[in-house]
């Protein structure tokens, strides 16, 4: 017997009801009686729970086979569950979560013409006063956060918006050359993460990830900030973890990963 059978000895309708949907939509259409063997459920309470949830449009079966799948009932809930996440209510617990676990400032921004616009900000325990302010923006290629969206963008489009703005020096390492700019572009795609490596003020380092929307949209860019010294030593896991934590946002607005 498996965990989850083990787990469903003794449990309740609801339980089982809720465990039935869950094996279904893992495995894609499925026969009653394969349900009832993965789960370890006796055949009369399995075929009475899959005919209450075929009632209510929670499963439906297929006319020819009688194997269940997922109902519509079940894709309603799921939109209006999307529809709910909106992103300046889901994004304060984990930038929370993210400031503590990394001791540093935690940005959200979002794309406004050639600027990042900074919607929140957390600070971690070791955060020094921040030196950008909510409502502020910064330029789309001096910083993290502006080259983790221009990347996650479809390369025609980012070459588009990259060979139209104005790549005005900012400090001595800011890319001002629309071809090198590129070429990083294509370096944060493939590692995951974008790093502002002194490029947009003196002594302040970051790192950043996109934000993506359930249409798989580029709609924000999270970012974790501090003194050059401390965060460009550490690029090597902040980076992958701010890429961990704004893919975990993306999927709770609905984003789902391709394959492969």
Same mark, same amino acid.
């Given at each position: 017997?498996?965990?989850?059978a083990?787990?469903?000895?003794?449990?309740? *309708?609801?339980?089982?009801?809720? +465990?039935i949907?869950?094996?279904?939509?893992?495995?894609?259409?499925?026969?009653?009686?394969?349900?009832?063997?993965?789960?370890?459920?006796?055949?009369?309470?399995? @075929?009475? *729970?899959v005919?209450?949830? =075929?009632?209510?449009?929670?499963?439906?079966?297929?006319?020819?086979?009688?194997?269940?799948?997922?109902?519509?009932?079940?894709?309603?809930?799921?939109?209006?569950? /999307?529809?709910? +996440?909106?992103?300046?209510?889901?994004?304060?617990?984990?930038?929370?979560? /993210?400031?503590?676990? *990394?001791?540093?400032?935690?940005? /959200?921004?979002?794309?406004?013409?050639?600027?990042?616009? @900074?919607?929140?900000?957390?600070? #971690?325990?070791?955060?020094?006063?921040p $030196?950008?302010? !909510?409502?502020?923006?910064?330029?789309?290629?001096?910083? $993290? /956060?502006? =080259?983790?969206?221009?990347?996650?963008?479809?390369?025609?489009?980012?070459?588009?918006?990259?060979?139209?703005?104005?790549?005005?020096?900012?400090?001595?390492?800011?890319?001002?050359? +629309?071809?090198?700019? !590129?070429?990083?572009?294509?370096?944060?795609?493939?590692r995951?993460?974008?790093?502002?490596?002194?490029?947009?003020?003196?002594?302040?380092?970051?790192?950043?990830?996109?934000?993506?929307?359930? $249409?798989?949209?580029?709609i924000?860019?999270? $970012?974790?900030? #501090?003194?050059?010294?401390?965060?460009?030593?550490?690029?090597d896991? !902040?980076?992958?973890?701010v890429?961990?934590?704004?893919?975990?946002?993306?999927?709770?607005?609905?984003?789902?990963?391709?394959?492969?």
């Amino acid at each position: 017997m498996t965990e989850t059978a083990r787990g469903m000895a003794g449990r309740g *309708t609801l339980e089982r009801g809720l +465990a039935i949907m869950e094996h279904v939509g893992a495995h894609g259409d499925v026969s009653t009686n394969a349900v009832a063997r993965a789960l370890g459920l006796s055949r009369s309470a399995t @075929y009475r *729970t899959v005919n209450t949830l =075929k009632e209510l449009g929670y499963l439906e079966a297929d006319p020819a086979t009688g194997r269940i799948r997922l109902g519509v009932r079940l894709v309603d809930l799921g939109v209006k569950a /999307l529809s709910s +996440a909106d992103l300046f209510r889901v994004a304060p617990p984990v930038m929370v979560d /993210l400031a503590q676990r *990394t001791r540093e400032t935690v940005y /959200l921004a979002i794309p406004d013409d050639d600027s990042m616009l @900074y919607v929140a900000r957390e600070q #971690g325990p070791s955060s020094v006063a921040p $030196s950008a302010g !909510l409502g502020g923006r910064r330029p789309l290629h001096a910083t $993290s /956060l502006g =080259k983790a969206w221009l990347a996650a963008l479809p390369r025609h489009e980012a070459a588009e918006r990259v060979r139209a703005l104005p790549l005005a020096r900012r400090t001595p390492n800011t890319i001002v050359d +629309a071809g090198e700019l !590129l070429a990083e572009l294509d370096r944060v795609r493939a590692r995951g993460w974008a790093v502002d490596n002194i490029e947009n003020e003196p002594d302040v380092g970051c790192v950043a990830a996109a934000v993506r929307d359930r $249409s798989g949209a580029a709609i924000a860019a999270m $970012s974790i900030a #501090g003194p050059a010294g401390r965060v460009l030593m550490r690029v090597d896991e !902040l980076g992958p973890l701010v890429a961990e934590t704004a893919a975990a946002l993306s999927r709770r607005l609905g984003h789902v990963p391709a394959a492969g």
